[in-house]
């Protein structure tokens, strides 16, 4: 019996204490299953919203989505999932990605499949107590050195961000619980993937892949022209990313490179008009609850594990969420 599918908030590191305590408490209490912190650039570190809201909550789980391994130390990394760990009492995840435009601060992201294996490798000894040392090619840990407080538990599931074949192979390897694919609603990668998942799988003994999680954008509304208008704006800046990831969709280059030009000229409206429908509809969940539904039903068919629906969420983020997790959610419960 395969498990059921699952549905979690991506949440930007933008706000008050206050008012993550209140999208905590909505999300729980709407029947979401996850609650995930973005780590973006010059954003607020993810450890602070993420202890806020586990100490508003009970249920679900909670990680960053995602830490990267070339601005902060394994060591750093392993203190902070384990201090969340404790706050919300064993309800942490860990989650890890190359990241990206990193090159606006200097940071070169050489060997990044040996700086995220290594990074898992210190993390796991850290939080398990292992103080025997580690010796690799990118990070040393010299024997002794081990976290200076008791943790909740000797290892956290890991999810890793990844759009690439090699990287989901190494999930795979390193008996990742999940691998999320960021900025995409595209039913089309789904299988991409879980083949990239079971080749990486093969021959490690695990009695099943990592699950396949899928977030991207979100905006619900009853004003399902609005959400949209406002989706497209959103997807605007960072579209000319993440297209190119994609190998199961070709997005005309003239028009990233018009849409690009338009979001540097700062004309992100402009730019959003540029963007058809059905580009839309692969990099960004939007509209009203029936056609944000539509979308998670085809993502189902294709087997996605979980939908992420990241901010904004709504015109406004509160009205978005209740919409989510009244009118959509229970649309899937059992499926």
């Known amino acids: 019996m395969t498990a059921p599918i699952t549905f979690g908030l991506g ?45 508003h909550t009970r249920r679900v789980r909670l990680g960053p989505a995602c830490l990267n391994p070339f601005s902060m130390h394994p060591y750093e990394i392993a203190g902070q999932i384990a201090a969340l760990d404790i706050a919300s009492d064993g309800r942490a995840y860990f989650g890890i990605a190359r990241g990206t435009w990193l090159d606006a601060v200097g940071v070169v992201q050489d060997r990044p499949l040996a700086h995220i294996r290594e990074t898992v490798e210190v993390v796991r000894r850290l939080l398990g107590g292992d103080d025997g040392g580690f010796e690799g090619e990118v ?19 890991l999810l890793v961000g990844t759009w690439g074949r090699r990287l989901a192979g190494l999930a795979a ?74 190998p199961t969709l070709t997005v005309d280059p003239e028009l990233i490179a018009k849409v690009r030009a338009l979001v540097s000229a700062g004309d992100e409206s402009g730019a959003g008009l540029l963007i058809p429908d059905d580009v839309l509809d692969r990099f960004a969940f939007s509209g009203t609850p029936e056609q944000v539904a539509a979308q998670v ?39």
């Open 11 to 55: 949440i930007q590191s933008d706000k008050t204490a206050d008012a993550y305590a209140r999208l905590a408490v909505a999300g729980e209490e709407l029947g979401f299953d996850v609650l995930s912190v973005f780590s973006d650039l010059m954003y607020q570190p993810p450890i602070f919203p993420l202890t806020v809201m586990a100490r």
């Open 139 to 157: 990070f040393h840990l010299a024997p002794g050195a081990r976290l200076r407080f008791a943790t909740r538990r000797p290892e956290v599931p």
């Open 297 to 335: 039903e085809r993502l189902i068919a294709a087997g996605v594990d979980r939908v992420e629906f990241g901010t904004p969420h709504g015109l406004r983020e509160l009205d978005g969420i209740e919409l989510l997790g009244r009118e959509v959610l229970p649309r899937f419960r059992g499926a």
């Open 173 to 246: 390897r390193l008996d990742a619980a999940e691998v999320k694919v960021g900025g995409s609603a595209n039913p089309d990668f789904v299988p991409l993937m879980r083949n990239w998942l079971a080749d990486g799988a093969a021959g490690t003994g695990r009695p099943r892949a990592p699950r396949v999680v899928l977030g991207a954008v979100t905006v619900v509304d009853r004003d399902g022209v609005a959400a949209r208008a406002l989706a497209r704006r959103e997807v605007a800046m960072y579209l000319a990313v993440v297209a190119g990831f994609d």
